[in-house]
Nanobody, 127 residues
Framework: VQLQASGGGVVQAGGSLKLSCAAS????????WAWFRQTPENEREFVAA????????YYSDSVKGRFTISRDNAKNTVYLQMNSLRPEDTAVYYC?????????????????????WGQGTQVTVSS
């Protein structure tokens, strides 16, 4: 399974960006999609997740109300719509997929629970 992330860029504070992550490579099911982000100073941080069963979404407190995760099953693609961006949102954003179906609610925010990762896309928010 390969995940290809795109959509990053430079935007002014208050602006918007939409990230995409397309999965390819054989027959598989994605039980959870997620976005994480990382800066050079910090560990990989959970941003948002989408659970296929029930269409449940999860968000970190720092992005709730500003970011929206969604997916297109036909395209095997997950999106992250980011609005009202802030300088502190600056990071490399990674998409992740759970194809084993073993993630439980308490581990949705744990990067170690995901088995496939995209290459990362840089988001820079200027003040």
């Amino acid at each position: 399974v390969q995940l290809q992330a795109s959509g990053g860029g430079v935007v002014q504070a208050g602006g918007s960006l939409k990230l995409s992550c397309a999965a390819s490579g054989g027959t598989f099911s994605v039980y959870h999609w997620a976005w994480f982000r990382q800066t050079p100073e910090n560990e990989r941080e959970f941003v948002a997740a989408f659970r296929w069963r029930g269409g449940i979404t999860y968000y970190s407190d720092s992005v709730k109300g500003r970011f929206t995760i969604s997916r297109d099953n036909a395209k095997n693609t997950v999106y992250l719509q980011m609005n009202s961006l802030r300088p502190e949102d600056t990071a490399v954003y990674y998409c992740a997929a759970d194809t084993r179906g073993r993630i439980i609610t308490s581990s949705v925010r744990n990067p170690g629970a995901y088995d496939y990762w995209g290459q990362g896309t840089q988001v820079t928010v200027s003040s």
